[in-house]
């Protein structure tokens, strides 16, 4: 069974630092692209982040550039996301999810789905 499991989420002031980890099991993680979504109140759910796991290319959202890093730990199925200088604006709810095919970010074309983690950045 894939299972995808978020944690790190939490409330931060702006400019703080977050770590996300999503932790996998059930499929090959070396095969997938894992990415990050996340989807703030009465929004479409937008792409963060992704990272192929095979060769560690990486994806990051305009808004996010310079601010989160992806990495991706193989010997333990787990990719992580860091989060600085955080906005206010970043406050969503942060999924990750799984893709095989290549279509990271697009949310429609992931696999599959964790559960998410909610990060709340105050003013």
């Known amino acids: 069974e894939v299972q995808l499991v978020e944690s790190g989420g939490g409330l931060v002031q702006a400019g703080g630092s977050l770590r996300l980890s999503c932790a996998t099991s059930?499929?090959?993680?070396?095969?997938?692209?894992i990415g990050w979504f996340r989807q703030a109140p009465g929004k479409e759910r937008e792409g963060v982040s992704c990272?192929?796991?095979?060769?560690?290319?990486?994806y990051y959202a305009d808004s996010v550039k310079g601010r989160f890093t992806i990495s991706s730990d193989n010997a333990k199925n787990t990719v992580y996301l860091q989060m600085n200088s955080l906005k206010p604006e970043d406050t969503a709810d942060y999924y990750c999810?799984?893709?095989?095919?290549?279509?990271?970010?697009?949310?429609?074309?992931?696999?599959?789905w964790g559960k998410g983690t909610l990060v709340t950045v105050s003013s």
């Open positions: 999810a799984a893709d095989l095919r290549g279509r990271c970010p697009i949310a429609s074309g992931m696999d599959y």
């Open positions: 059930g499929f090959t993680f070396d095969d997938w692209t």
């Open positions: 990272i192929k796991n095979s060769d560690y290319s990486t």
